[in-house]
């Protein structure tokens, strides 16, 4: 089965500045892997997605990330954040075998807290 | 764009007592998955249903069961609730296609159990 490690539960940054969350994966075979931000109170969006192709991969709101085969990583990434991005972030990889392909594996999360 | 719509948003039961969750996904869409997340935990799966058969199943208790109709909109039973079942229920939507299934989430069903 897969699994999803979130190394950090909580990153508090002042506006403007960069922001890098990181995760991890474990998996033996191949995945597709996303990140989801979950705003107070509501619903996960889907932030952006690695299935396939370029290693880097833009999403919405200006985040980015890039998937690591070698070491098994697919961090996110904003060069300068806003007040606005202040939220839970989930990074989350699908399984790969058979019926359990479109199921989803998320990580603890990490709260992104923008302060001004 | 129409979204995944999910009713009620909030619920409050007591112990021992059932609940149903409702989830109506996107239009065309064919596959629904259910996932439970606790209080400051990640979300978990439950369970999923392709064209009205459940297609995988993941943590769901057996005082819980779900179905997908022929609308495609799907419920999930809980009855026999526990203060372990307060969580916040995601409902997410899908179509089966050439390229990756992506999910579509709707805002949540908060479950308290008093």
């Known amino acids: 089965a897969q699994s999803v490690t979130q190394l950090d539960s909580q990153v508090p940054v002042f506006e403007e500045a960069p922001v890098e969350l990181r995760c991890n994966y474990s998996s033996s075979v191949s995945v597709y892997l996303f990140w989801y931000v979950q705003y107070p109170n509501q619903g996960l969006q889907l932030l952006l997605k690695y299935l396939s192709g370029s290693t880097l991969v833009k999403g919405i709101n200006g985040f980015e990330a890039e998937f690591n085969k070698s070491q098994t990583s697919f961090h996110l990434r904003k060069p300068s954040v806003h007040i606005s991005d202040t939220a839970e972030y989930f990074c989350?990889?699908?399984?790969?075998?058979?019926?359990?392909?479109?199921?989803?594996?998320f990580g603890r999360g990490t709260q992104l807290t923008v302060w001004p | 764009a129409a979204g995944v719509i999910q009713s009620p948003r909030h619920l409050i039961k007591e112990k021992r007592e059932t609940a149903t969750l409702k989830c109506y996904p996107i239009p065309r869409h064919d596959t629904v998955y259910w996932y439970q997340q606790g209080p400051g935990q990640d979300p978990q799966f439950l369970i999923s249903f392709y064209e009205k058969m459940q297609s995988d199943k993941g943590s769901i208790p057996d005082r819980f069961s779900a179905q997908q109709f022929s609308d495609y909109h799907s419920e999930l039973n809980m009855s026999s609730l526990e203060l372990g079942d307060s969580a916040l229920y995601f409902c997410?939507?899908?179509?089966?296609?050439?390229?990756?299934?992506?999910?579509?989430f709707g805002p949540g069903t908060r479950l308290t159990v008093l």
């Open positions: 997410a939507s899908s179509k089966l296609g050439l390229a990756y299934n992506e999910q579509f």
């Open positions: 989350a990889v699908s399984g790969d075998r058979g019926s359990t392909l479109g199921r989803l594996y």
